[in-house]
C-alpha cells in the first residue's frame, strides 16, 4: 500500500511493500497526474487518493500513535500552515487548523534561508523577537533589520522567535510541546521554541503514522510498519538564556 | 405593566417611538390587530429573531406572509454594516433594504432573546424609513418540547424547521415524526443557525440541538440561562458567528465542557471544515462509554 502525506512544498511518501520512505518535493510530483495512493491526507493528493483524510485527523491519531502521555499537545508546523491538537486523557479536547494568517512559515523560512544563505544549523537563537503575525506579515521587518546594519543572522533569529511565539501562542501556550511537520527540522526553530516551552520533536512523519493507523482500523494493515523504521526520537531540547 | 414596544405603528412623521413611550399589553395587543386588518396582507411582512408569538399570530391571521430576514438570502451588500461584524446582523439589514418594496412592515427583536444588535437593527431600519414594531419575545413559559432538537434527521434540515415554527407551527403528523425520531445523541450542536447553514451538513444525523436554536423551538428564546446549559455530556460543538457577543459564551463552554469552539464569517472555510471533521472524528472513538451515560440523563431540566 502507498501512504502519501502531501505537503504544499514536500510530499512524504511510504511504500509499506517495498519499506521504502521517499521525501519529494511535491513540485516534482504534481507533474506525474496518474499518480495513486491508499491513504493519503496533505492539500497536494486529495485528486490521487483512494481513502484521503484531513490533516488534523491524520496528525491527531499519528500524535496518539507515536506518544504515550495521557495530556499532550501536538503542533504540526509545514510549509503552508499550522495545527494542533490537545488531548487530555487521551480525548481529544481543543484543535484548531490555520492556513492562512498563521500560515507560510516555513515556506518564508525556506525563502529566507535561500535568499541570504543562511544555514539554520549554526544560527543561534535570538534574545528578543520581530514582532511577527504570521509568515508573511512580519518579513519585511527582516529586511529592515538587514538595511540598518544586522547581519542577516541576527535578524532572521529574530524572525524565527517572532514565528516560534505566534506558534505557541497559537496552541494554547502549553508548557510542553511535541513539534511535528517540516519546521521540527530547523534547529534554530526548534531552539527558539524551546525558550518558550519544553519541545519533544516528532519529525516530519507523523501524518504518515496517522494514515496507517487509519488503514490498520480499517483492516487494511495488521500493524504499523513504519513505526519500527522511522527512527523517531522523542528528545527533550531546551535552550539556556 | 410594559411588555412590548411599538415603533412608527402609525406611519406617523417621526418615524421612531422611543422605548419610553411603550404601550401596555392589552394596547399593544389592540394596536397590532388594529395594523393587521388595516394593511395590506398581499405584501410580506420581515421579522428577524423569534419575535413575540402573539404578534405573529395576529398578523398570521390577517393572511400576511412572513420572511426570516436572518436568513442569507444573497441580497446585495448596502455597505451600512462594518466588513467586520457579525454576518446576519449584516444579512438582515441587506435583506430588508433589497425586499423593501415587498416589506409591509418589519417586526424585530431586541432584549435577550436576540443579541445586543437587535435594538441597533431595529434603530437603523426605523431611520432608514422601515415601519418596525418592537416585539421582543419575553416569554418565560416552555410553549413545545424539544421534539426536533433531540430527533434524528439532517441536522440543517432540523434547525430550519425550528426556524420555520415562528409563523408555521408543526402539524400533529410532524409532532408524531419527530417523537418517533427521538435519539440518544452522538454529538451536540450548540448555537444559533450559521450565516452558512451547509456547515450543518457535516454533522451525524443523531446530533441533539442546544443554545439558543432549542430555545427557540421551546418558545423561550429570552431564557438566556439556559443557553449556558446541555442536558447530556456528549460532546458538544459551540458554534457562534463571527463579532457576535455570543462568542464568549460559546469560547467558555468549550473550554470548561471540553466541546469544540468554532465560530465562521461567511462561507464555511477549508480551516473550519477541517476543523469540525477532526474534531467529529476524533471525538466519535469516545462515543461507546458516553451513550451508556447520556441514557441515564435527564430529558431536560427547564424550569417552566
Redesign the interface.
Known sequence: MIFCDGGSSYSKIYDSNSGELSIIPTRLLVKDKARRYHYSTGHSSKAHSLNHI????AL??GSLELISDKSFTVLDIGSRDMKF?SY?HR??????????CGGNMGFTLEVLGKSYEVDYENILPARDSIPVTCGLLGVEKVFDQINQGDDPETAIARFVLGMAKVSHNFCGKPSQLYLSGGLSANPCFIKSLSTLCDVKVLGREVLLHGLMRKAREEGHLSHNPLKSISGITQKTLTFER | MVLVNIHDYTGSANPHIPPSESLSHKDYYQQISDIARLENSERLIGFYGQPDQRTIDIFSKSGYSFIDLDIDFKSPNQKIVPQAYCHIIRDIINNAIHFKDRLELIICTTGRDKCDQGRNVRDILSQTGFRCIDASNINQRVLRPPLISESRGNLKDKVIRIMQLVYKPLTVEEESYYASMRCEPSFNYHGVPPQDIGLLDLFPDDCHIHGWTRLVEMGIPARDDLEWTVTNNRPTVYFSQSFCNKQIMAENLARER?G?YIDGHGMVT??LR??L???L???A??NGSASRQSRQTAAFGVQS
Open positions: 484531513n490533516e488534523l485527523i491527531g491519531e491538537v487530555q480525548e481529544a479536547a481543543n484543535m484548531d487548523w490555520n492556513n492562512s | 471540553s469544540l477549508d480551516s477541517a476543523k471533521e477532526a474534531f472524528s476524533l471525538r472513538r469516545q
